[in-house]
């Protein structure tokens, strides 16, 4: 190649990250100073940056409180930034989430709420439905996680557990004015998915919350099933009164840091080929996919010529059977490395915008022609690794792991593969 694949691969990345820092993207969409308090709140693993990106910029007095994951908080000076469990929830995830619900109770149609919300606020918003328990929804969390279920089916189950998300936060702010601003994780930038819609009216039931249990043989308790089937477990639907007025705004998505990341591309003389920013399904079965459109390109100049870069965002799932370690963004790019099988000319990065691919210390991994040859020298199979699970091992072993630490947003998983001409 006449670039640097590695260079190239990882400046993608980063403008595609730079792209939805709260920094840069927050800034332009805050709303004038109201006649009285500013409360503000939020969740996610951006919520900490979204917290200082209003600190710089607002000009008016302030106060409130947001959680964010362990390691990815920002120092703020009138906003109270508390770090909790994620992808499971915790104890201090929950004591958070009591006390995001009690600082908006009370308020006149003089204040104003402002909602940060970016992705991982779900499990770290964590305040449980009556009758439904921290451990109960660790206990229905982790399974989930295990499952296969997309984002949008755990995210229905959550909410239905919640007695924060599918619109209640907004509602016990009523009658302040409430405006949520949004950094999209989510395929199809849905509002009411992203952290399980603390602001925003769920089209989804209870019904398909026990649909979605069902479906993936989770073994929920009795009595949490019991809650499910009651009407108690019903979030706030469209049309309801009590989000009249309330203002929900995506800011970042995973559309414009793939476009940022295509840009990096042109300019070192590289086609990018956005391939959809809302790629779902089992991680080895997007990679089979991707690895045949790759070869298309390599051999026959098809749906692009080479060089070309095929990019593609999204959230894939992995259905965890064995005991190794990695996240869906290096199981993605294991099950590549088996496909590909060493194909020449073909490069490879995926890695998670959070920084924090599932829950190791690494953002992603790098994948090149040589890299099945190099693991099999020192007795790594990628084979073995992918029937065990474990991405992580496969990569590190190659020092072939991307790791940032947390970026302090999220736009959900970052895929870019780089093919040469032949020759």
Request: with cysteine.
């Amino acid at each position: 190649m006449a670039f640097d694949a590695r260079k190239l691969l990882l400046d993608m990345f980063e403008a595609a990250v730079d792209a939805a820092s709260p920094g840069k993207c927050l800034p332009p969409h805050l709303p004038p100073a109201p006649a009285g308090r500013t409360i503000v709140v939020g969740a996610g693993k951006a919520a900490g940056a979204m917290a200082k990106a209003v600190e710089d910029h607002w000009t008016g007095p302030l106060e409130g409180l947001v959680v964010t994951r362990y390691g990815h908080g920002a120092p703020c000076r009138h906003i109270e930034v508390i770090e909790a469990g994620h992808p499971v929830p915790d104890a201090a995830g929950r004591e958070a989430a009591e006390r995001i619900f009690a600082s908006v109770e009370g308020l006149t149609a003089d204040d104003l709420v402002l909602c940060l919300i970016s992705g991982g606020g779900s499990a770290l918003l964590a305040l449980p439905a009556p009758g439904v328990t921290l451990a109960d929804k660790q206990g229905v969390n982790k399974a989930l996680l295990k499952s296969g279920a997309t984002i949008s089916e755990m995210n229905c189950v959550r909410k239905h557990l919640s007695a924060i998300k599918g619109g209640k936060l907004a509602a016990a702010a009523a009658p302040a004015r409430v405006i949520a601003l949004l950094i999209s994780d989510v395929p199809g930038d849905d509002p009411s998915v992203i952290a399980s819609g603390p602001t925003v009216a769920d089209p989804t039931t209870s019904a398909d919350a026990l649909a979605i249990i069902d479906k993936y043989q989770i073994a929920a308790p009795a009595h949490v099933r019991a809650y499910l089937e009651s009407t108690q477990s019903e979030t706030l639907k469209p049309g309801d009164p009590r989000l009249d007025g309330v203002v929900n705004k995506i800011i970042a998505t995973p559309q414009m840091s793939l476009e940022a990341a295509a840009a990096v591309a042109r300019s070192a003389g590289v086609a990018p080929l956005i391939l959809a920013n809302d790629v779902e399904g089992e991680a080895r079965d997007v990679a089979l996919v991707h690895a045949a459109i790759a070869r298309q390109v390599y051999h026959f100049d098809q749906p692009a010529a080479a060089p070309c870069v095929l990019i593609s965002g999204g959230e894939t799932t992995v259905t965890v059977r064995g005991a190794g370690r990695g996240g869906r963004n290096a199981e993605f790019l294991l099950a590549l490395a088996v496909a590909l099988d060493g194909h020449a000319g073909i490069c490879s990065l995926a890695a998670d915008t959070d920084g924090i691919d599932g829950t190791e210390d690494n953002a992603g991994a790098l994948l090149f022609p040589d890299s099945l040859a190099k693991a099999a020298a020192a007795g790594v199979f990628a084979k073995d690794r992918l029937a065990n699970n474990d991405g992580y091992g496969f990569f590190a072993s190659l020092n072939n792991l991307v790791v940032t630490g947390p970026t302090r947003t999220n736009v959900n998983d970052f895929r870019a593969i780089l093919v040469a001409r032949q020759g």
